[in-house]
């Protein structure tokens, strides 16, 4: 059983917005994240943190649901920036019950137990240390840190090392928390293009898994 991650699907099966209007790297993309996925077994975990599908609301990602429930592997999904069909975990838990998907699994300021490790996610966001950082960010700032420090506890309770899942890269306050909570590791997206190549990690044992940057292939973080 092993843990990998790999965010930023970005997935259009249920609308037609397909990514490689972005650049040559993501032409065939879903085909590619279709067969490195096929490196997974029913039994290992991946951590999708953020930007899983472009639709707008749940039942317009139907499609998306489908394609990850062909796969192998325990999903283990949290929010992105990008992912507006996000809603409660009592209607996600229902409309994974009618699709009929038991190894999906909806993560938002909590933790799961995945053998030997811990996995704990939320969305991050910009830090004070941005450039764009604006006054309407301070307040979904602090409630993210929130958000974060309410995951860690319910990871700690399990005393198991912790891995992380951010969507934002994470700074600041955010890495004061990794910190004080001797997390394991942190894995983060939403970087793509030049973004992702020139960024450098703030803080040890911190990884970017955007699926661009990886290849379309998940990354392995521990075996």
């Known amino acids: 059983m092993a843990i990998y991650a790999m965010s930023d699907w970005h997935l259009p099966l249920g ?40 639709a707008m609301h749940m039942e317009d990602a139907r499609k998306d649901f489908e ?5 192998p592997g325990i999903k283990l999904m949290s929010k992105g920036n990008h992912d507006f069909w996000w ?5 996600f838990s229902r409309f994974m019950e009618e699709l009929g998907l038991d190894n999906v699994h909806f ?3 909590n933790a799961f137990d995945c053998g030997d490790y811990a996995v704990c996610a939320s969305r991050g966001w910009i830090t004070p240390s941005d450039k764009d950082f604006g006054e309407q960010d301070m307040v979904i700032y602090k409630r993210e840190l929130i958000r974060l420090e309410m995951a860690l506890k319910e990871g700690e309770k399990l005393g198991k090392p912790i891995i992380a899942a951010l969507h934002y890269p994470p700074a600041d306050e955010f890495i004061d928390l990794l910190s004080g909570y001797r997390a394991y590791m942190c894995v983060f997206g939403h ?13 040890l044992n911190c990884h970017l898994v955007s699926a661009d940057y ?3 292939e998940p990354k392995k973080l521990t075996d």
């Open 191 to 203: 970087l793509h293009g030049s973004s992702a190549r020139s960024y450098r990690p703030k803080a």
């Open 15 to 54: 609308v037609d917005k397909p990514m490689d209007v972005f650049g040559p790297g993501w032409e065939g993309y879903v085909g590619k994240i279709q067969q490195n996925m096929q490196k997974l077994t029913d039994s290992d975990y991946i951590i999708m943190n953020g930007d899983f599908s472009w």
């Open 67 to 71: 394609f990850l429930g062909s796969l």
């Open 87 to 91: 809603e409660s975990k009592a209607k």
């Open 214 to 216: 990886l290849g379309f």
């Open 107 to 109: 993560l938002q300021n």
